[in-house]
């Protein structure tokens, strides 16, 4: 029997709309193994994660374990392309390098075979995902351009603000019981002149003041707090369109003290730069030898989602770009360019003679 590594993966709108869930595909991979006589050696999969990038838990776990055990292996399998990518580069690259592996990709929905038309067939039907999928997100980014419009909330609300929903579902803000009182003790404090942003630090501190992620307050997290508007009962339309007064969203922080705080900041003119990191690293081994496009070395960083999980980046510092690439892709991408760079055998023999 080919042994066999099952890839699987859902959004919770695919899940919910279309019948995709990770049940259902792992049947339908366990049906076609047993079928075909296939033995899945392990199942990998990533549960409410888009496929806009290839840096997803559980796809950087399979192929992690693809490349630890590729003499084991032979197949790859997943329920059909848009399940393992929904950007035509990202799904050449992960096949591109399954293949150099020595596994064979297979989808339990599509014929994929390893022929100049077959390729051809399978990078038409990676074109159409990618187009559906950018679709979609021109529909979801009009949607929210509409409601915030209306005065909706649709990115996380700051610490003192919960993000709740009303009797039809559409979202709205809502005052955090444990934390909005302090908020506007913060901005209250900062307005008079008489406290600094470290006093405010230290004052939070000593009440035992957390961030919804269970962290104290810092000096930067509080400036950010203090420049954000929002706590005025207003949202960011657009950059274009700029703020305005939403009815949704609890005001924490009258105008008045707001525009107080943001003549304090500005005259005492300090700021909070990112501090520039080029240090080389174990986890990032490409840091500062690889450059961004704009000529800036790239550094590694880790960013955490709102459910805790960390996902690794590389991060062009400047301030003009501060453009990001997932680890695994650029990693990967090295890699590649390094085998297309390798001499043939017979090119290191015409050198020995």
């Not at 929904?86 to 014929?111: A, C, F, H, N």
């Not at 930067?220 to 369109?241: A, C, F, K, P």
């Not at 080389?280 to 790239?298: H, I, W, Y």
Request: with cysteine.
């Amino acid at each position: 029997k080919s042994n066999a590594v099952a890839y699987i993966r859902v959004s919770t709108v695919e899940q919910a709309q279309q019948g995709l869930s990770l049940e259902q595909q792992q049947l339908a991979i366990e049906r076609f193994c047993h079928n075909h006589g296939h033995h899945i050696v392990k199942v990998f999969s990533d549960e409410g994660v888009s496929a806009k990038t290839t840096d997803r838990p559980g796809l950087r776990k399979a192929r992690l374990f693809c490349k630890r055990n590729k003499t084991k292996i032979d197949l790859f399998i997943f329920f059909n392309l848009s399940r393992l990518a929904r950007d035509l580069q990202d799904q050449m690259t992960v096949m591109s390098e399954l293949r150099s592996l020595g596994i064979k990709p297979e989808s339990v929905s599509e014929v994929i075979e390893d022929t100049a038309v077959g390729r051809a067939m399978t990078n038409m039907i990676g074109v159409i995902n990618q187009l559906n999928n950018e679709q979609k997100a021109e529909e979801v980014k009009e949607n929210m351009l509409v409601a915030r419009r209306k005065g909706r909330p649709t990115h996380k609300l700051p610490t003192g603000l919960l993000n709740s929903s009303d009797v039809t579902g559409k979202p709205i803000g809502e005052l955090d019981p444990a934390r909005h009182s302090e908020i506007t003790d913060f901005f209250e404090r900062f307005a008079s002149g008489i406290y600094t942003q470290k006093d405010i630090v230290a004052h939070a501190a000593h009440i035992g003041f957390i961030t919804p992620n269970g962290r104290p307050l810092t000096v930067q997290s509080l400036n950010r707090m203090l420049r954000n508007r929002t706590y005025t009962g207003m949202i960011r339309v657009s950059e274009e369109e700029g703020w305005i007064d939403s009815p949704y969203i609890p005001m924490l922080v009258d105008k008045g003290t707001f525009e107080k705080v943001q003549l304090l900041l500005s005259s005492r003119r300090r700021t909070y730069a990112t501090v520039k990191r080029y240090r080389q690293s174990e986890a990032f081994p490409l840091t500062v030898f690889v450059r961004c496009t704009c000529g800036e070395p790239l550094t590694g960083s880790y960013s955490t989602n709102r459910h805790g999980n960390k996902y690794p980046y590389y991060n062009c510092r400047s301030e003009t770009c501060s453009r990001t690439i997932g680890k695994v892709e650029l990693e990967s991408s090295f890699l590649d360019l390094l085998k297309r760079l390798s001499p043939t055998d017979g090119l290191l023999k015409a050198f020995k003679l």
